[in-house]
Each structure stands twice: as structure tokens, then as C-alpha cells.
């Protein structure tokens, strides 16, 4: 026996704004909780199972308060709607499944980084190994898509040590790139768990792909990460920087003084950092030693590294 449906009280203001020009916004809450939703004045009517309905009733009242406090409502904003609800429906995972509990910043430089990731459309994170600026990008980038606040997460890196050869690897595209992607790889499947990544990935909903097949896209609600960027030619950064579209932000990581580049003078990093710091939208994050999160003895290489540099370098 199906259930009657259920009718939501809305301003017409909010009613309006909840259906969406050419009611697009009511297909996208439709499409996401399997529910049917219409608005038959004063209000929205709710049809469907009673988690799905619960969860579109959570997205449809956010969106209200939303109207109703004088904001416009875009897509983007449905888009956060649906994964609220769907996160205020989250159950712990099982043991061996994805990571329990958000990403929590271990020292004070994380902690910035992780504000300015939710807060830019483009964030630098430079420092060396072990801080967590490729991990922390990537928890932020997987969350925003189990959210539903992106399309697709998108990781690329230039494959310096294949000198870009990839045609002479076995296997497809991405059996061809996963060996440089290792460590992006494991971080998803601690975040997500193996089974969501792999039906993400089926999906097309995580890709991963070398910075030579970024040209000519144009990359639209999507969360890029560009890893390992100090390897990448100043083309190659001005190429991948300029594929942003509609609804996307983008994280480059890298560590300035390990640079595999047979030029180190033409890496694309420090020079659009030089350019692009105190950009509206851009922010850069800068790691030291000190936030090295690993073995305690990375750190004490780190700081070995960075004076004998400074050694070498007179400073």
C-alpha cells in the first residue's frame, strides 16, 4: 500500500525557488532521493519511500530557509542541499570500510589549509613530504562529492619519472597512470573505502588522468587536484590552471625544492605562485618541517635537507 504524500508548508518565495527555473531544481531533488515532488500552492508535496522522503524533506527545508532569508537559490545550492541531507542520513562505517568521522587538521598550518580549501576557488599547497597537503586535498575533494557538492573529482600529475611516455606502459589509461597515483589512491580508499571508490570510478565520477590530457577541456563542477606540481613546466601549470569551469575549485600540491625537472628553473609552481599570490580566490599554504605528520625522523631529515640547503645557498 503506498504511502500518502507528504505536504511541506512554503512561503511562495521559498516554493518557487525549491522548484527552480523550468522546475530543474525539483528533478534534481527528484533524482537524488527517488521521490516525486510537486507544488500545488502554499507549499511542496512529497511522495515517495520513507527514507527518501525524509532525506528530500531535509534538502527542501534547507533550501526554504535559504529563500526565505533573501538569498538566491542556484544550482550549486541544491547540489549542498542533497549532500546535507544525505549526510544527515550517514550510518558509521563497518569495520575495513571507509575512514569514520571527518578529516581533523593535526597542527596549525592543516588547520588553515582546510579553511582556505572550503573557502577558495584555487589553493597552493607547498612543503615537503609528509605534511598532509596532498591528503588533506583529497579528503576535502571526496568529501564535497559524497556530498554531492561537485560531479567529479579529478586528480592529474605530470609522470616526469616516465618522461611522459605513457604510450609505452601496458594496459588502459589509467592502468598506465596508477603507478605514479599510488599515494592519491590509497588516501581515497582510507577516505571512501574500496567498494565506493571502485563504483566512483566505474562511474566516471573519479577520474585520474597525466597533465598532457588535461589540454582543451574545460573541467565544470568538479574538484581538481594537480599533484606533484613542482614537475610541471610553466606551460603545462598555465594549461591546467586555466581548465577551471563553472562550479569547480582546484588544489595544487607540491614541494618546490624536489623538482625532477631536467630544468628546475622552468617549474611551473613557484612561478604561478610568484604571479597568482594575493589573487581574489587564490590562497597559498605553506608547509614546514614542523607539520610533518609522519615518522618523527622525516622531520629530522626535512630539516637536515632544508639546512644544508641553506648552507649551499649562503642563507
Do not use: C
Request: no cysteine; proline share 6%; hydrophobic share 45%.
Amino acid at each position: 500500500m503506498s504511502r500518502p504524500p507528504e505536504f511541506l508548508p512554503l512561503s511562495d518565495l521559498a516554493a518557487r525557488a525549491v522548484a527552480g527555473p523550468g522546475s530543474r531544481h525539483a528533478a534534481l531533488i527528484e533524482d537524488a532521493f527517488k521521490v516525486l515532488l510537486e507544488t500545488p500552492g502554499g507549499g511542496v508535496s512529497l511522495a515517495g519511500d520513507t527514507r527518501g522522503r525524509g532525506q528530500a524533506k531535509r534538502a527542501v527545508q534547507a533550501l526554504a530557509e535559504l529563500a526565505d532569508s533573501g538569498s538566491p537559490v542556484a544550482d550549486a545550492d541544491v547540489r549542498v542541499a542533497i549532500g546535507d541531507a544525505r549526510a544527515g542520513d550517514h550510518k558509521p562505517a563497518a569495520p575495513g570500510g571507509p575512514r569514520r568521522g571527518p578529516v581533523s587538521p593535526k597542527t596549525a598550518t592543516q588547520a588553515r589549509y582546510m579553511e582556505v580549501l572550503g573557502s577558495h576557488d584555487l589553493v597552493f599547497g607547498l612543503g615537503p613530504a609528509g605534511t598532509g597537503k596532498t591528503f588533506l586535498a583529497v579528503a576535502h575533494g571526496a568529501a564535497m562529492l559524497m556530498r554531492g557538492d561537485i560531479d567529479r573529482l579529478i586528480v592529474t600529475r605530470p609522470a616526469v619519472e616516465a618522461g611522459e611516455r605513457l604510450g609505452f606502459l601496458p594496459g588502459d589509461l589509467t592502468e598506465k597512470v596508477d603507478p605514479y597515483m599510488a599515494p592519491v589512491w590509497e588516501a581515497l580508499t582510507q577516505l571512501m573505502g574500496a567498494d565506493q571508490l571502485r563504483r566512483r570510478r566505474d562511474k566516471g565520477e573519479i577520474e585520474v588522468a597525466p597533465i598532457a590530457f588535461m589540454r582543451g577541456r574545460t573541467l565544470a563542477h568538479a574538484f581538481v587536484i594537480v599533484d606533484e606540481a613542482q614537475n610541471t613546466s610553466r606551460l603545462q601549470m598555465k594549461m591546467v590552471l586555466t581548465r577551471l569551469g563553472e562550479g569547480s575549485r582546484m588544489a595544487v600540491t607540491g614541494d618546490p625544492s624536489q623538482i625532477d625537472l631536467m630544468n628546475p628553473s622552468d617549474s611551473g609552481l613557484a612561478h604561478a605562485v610568484a604571479i597568482l599570490e594575493g589573487v581574489e580566490g587564490v590562497a597559498v599554504t605553506r608547509f614546514t618541517a614542523a607539520d610533518v605528520i609522519r615518522h618523527p625522523m622525516v622531520a629530522r631529515i626535512v630539516r637536515a635537507y632544508d639546512a644544508d640547503a641553506a648552507k649551499r645557498t649562503g642563507q
